[in-house]
């Protein structure tokens, strides 16, 4: 089955650096990759996602790149705020399966 | 509001008295599932349901047991809890796709956090 390794596990940036979270996926036959944001206490929720058919994506200050021949895609955060403070979670699925593999997360916290 | 609502929020049991959380949603959302988040595991996928009476193991789904009954509820039954299976839950529902495709936007429950002591 897929396999989603995420890194770092932990990432401490000062206020208004960018931020990056990188993932790796096994299944090449993978094409769905969201990411979700967990708050403190909170729900994780989507952020951002990205298909297959797509290289990069942008969302106001964040982007997601894929790269499929490396089975890598990452989360590039700009211009960190002390609200993107959260546990991020790359996941992988074919798209067409109801499966939803999940990285292991990364622990942003933002300092002022 | 369109939501999932899980219950309960928080328990304490002790090893072996068998429990259920509960999950619905208001969304007519056809799939739905389980996951477990653990420090250092992630959220790992126990059951997920593609529709009623339609369900199929994940990742971890030792211990644990799931029913589909209607399109809105989707419980986790312990049957026999043990130590190990102390974590905290979620239970997230989606749409299908457009063109088939089952990838889709979860929507997370606000979680539950279980002891099993």
């Known amino acids: 089955g897929e396999n989603v390794e995420q890194h770092p596990s932990t990432l401490s940036v000062q206020e208004g650096d960018s931020a990056v979270i990188k993932c790796t996926y096994s299944d090449s036959a993978s094409n769905y990759f969201p990411w979700y944001k967990q708050e403190l206490g909170k729900r994780p929720q989507l952020i951002i996602d990205?298909?297959?058919?797509?290289g990069e994506k942008k969302d106001q200050r964040i982007a997601v790149t894929l790269n499929k021949t490396a089975k890598h895609f990452s989360l590039h955060i700009t211009e960190t705020q002390p609200e993107d403070s959260a546990v991020y979670f790359c996941?992988?699925?074919?798209?067409?399966?109801?499966?939803?593999?999940f990285g292991t997360g990364t622990r942003l916290q933002v300092t002022l | 509001e369109a939501q999932v609502t899980q219950n309960p929020r928080y328990l304490i049991t002790v090893t072996g008295k068998k429990l259920t959380v509960t999950c619905s949603q208001n969304?007519?959302?056809?799939?739905m599932s389980w996951y477990r988040q653990d420090p250092g595991l992630g959220l790992r996928q126990i059951y997920y349901s593609m529709n009623v009476e339609v369900t199929d193991k994940g990742d971890v789904p030792e211990g644990y047991k799931v029913s589909r009954k209607e399109k809105r509820n989707f419980p986790l039954i312990l049957e026999s809890p043990s130590p190990n299976q102390t974590s905290l839950y979620f239970c997230?529902?989606?749409?299908?796709?457009?063109?088939?495709?089952?990838?889709?936007?979860?929507?997370f429950g606000a979680g539950s956090r279980l002891t099993v002591l």
């Open positions: 969304m007519n959302h056809e799939y």
């Open positions: 997230a529902s989606s749409n299908r796709g457009t063109g088939g495709v089952w990838a889709n936007v979860l929507t």
């Open positions: 996941a992988a699925s074919t798209g067409t399966a109801s499966k939803l593999t």
């Open positions: 990205i298909r297959s058919n797509v």
